[in-house]
C-alpha cells in the first residue's frame, strides 16, 4: 500500500500536507497525523509575544547566540504519524542549528527554549501539558505566559516549575544564559 493510500484509509495527514494546506490558508498543528487549525489569539496576545519576542532579538541577534522562529514556522517532532508543532518563539542555539543554516520547512531540531503565550481559551492545565511536551522532545526551558494574571510559569525537564509575578524577573537559565527581562517589560506597552 502506497503512503498516499494509507493517508486516505486512516484520514491521517503528514507534515509535507500540513506545508501544502498552509499555501492554501488553513492554519494549524498536527498532533499524530490529526490536523487541530489554528486561529487568531487576539491583540493581547500578540502586542506579548512581540514584546517578548523584541527582548530576546535584542539579546540573541548581537551575541550571535542562535536562530528566534515564530509560531508559523512549525517544528516537526514525530514521524508516522507525524507532529508539528508551533510554539509563539522558539530559540535555537547556534551549536545545534548554525546561523546561515535555511531550513525550507519545519525544523527537526528541537529548540532550546520555547515561549508559549495563553490563548483567551487554553486552560492552565492545557497548557501545563504543552510544556511537559516540549520538555519531553528535549527542549530545555519552556516559558508559559499567562496575560489574564501577568504571570509566567517556567518550566525546566525535570518537572521542576517555578510561576513567576510581575515583580519578577524572566531567566534564560541554561538554555539561554545571562538573558533575563523583567515580567512587568513583557506585560507593560
Known amino acids: 500500500m502506497t503512503t498516499i493510500e494509507a493517508r486516505r ?6 507534515a509535507a500536507d500540513l506545508l501544502r494546506l498552509d499555501g492554501e490558508g488553513v492554519r494549524g498543528e498536527l498532533i499524530r497525523g490529526v490536523l487541530c487549525e ?4 487576539g491583540r493581547e496576545h500578540g502586542r506579548i509575544v512581540v514584546n517578548l519576542a523584541a527582548e530576546l532579538r535584542n539579546f540573541v541577534k548581537p551575541r550571535r547566540l ?10 516537526w517532532l514525530e514521524r508516522d504519524p507525524d507532529t508539528v508543532r508551533e510554539p509563539d518563539i522558539a530559540f535555537f542555539a547556534s551549536e545545534k542549528s548554525p546561523l546561515d543554516e535555511q531550513v525550507m ?3 527537526e ?3 532550546d527554549l520555547v515561549a508559549e503565550v495563553a490563548s483567551p481559551g487554553d486552560s492552565r492545565q492545557e497548557l501545563h501539558d504543552k510544556a511537559l ?6 527542549v530545555g ?5 499567562h496575560p489574564a494574571t501577568r504571570t509566567v510559569d517556567a518550566h525546566r525537564a525535570g518537572g521542576d516549575v517555578v510561576t513567576l509575578t510581575e515583580g519578577d524577573v524572566l531567566d534564560g537559565l541554561d538554555a539561554l544564559p545571562g538573558f533575563k527581562c523583567t515580567l512587568r517589560d513583557l506585560f507593560d506597552a
Open 109 to 111: 531540531t528541537p529548540p
Open 66 to 75: 542562535g536562530i528566534l522562529t515564530a509560531s508559523d514556522s512549525g517544528v
Open 38 to 41: 489554528t486561529m487568531p489569539t
Open 105 to 107: 520547512g519545519y525544523s
Open 9 to 14: 484509509e486512516t484520514g491521517l495527514l503528514t
Open 133 to 138: 511536551m516540549w520538555l519531553s522532545y528535549g
Open 141 to 145: 526551558l519552556v516559558w508559559v505566559v
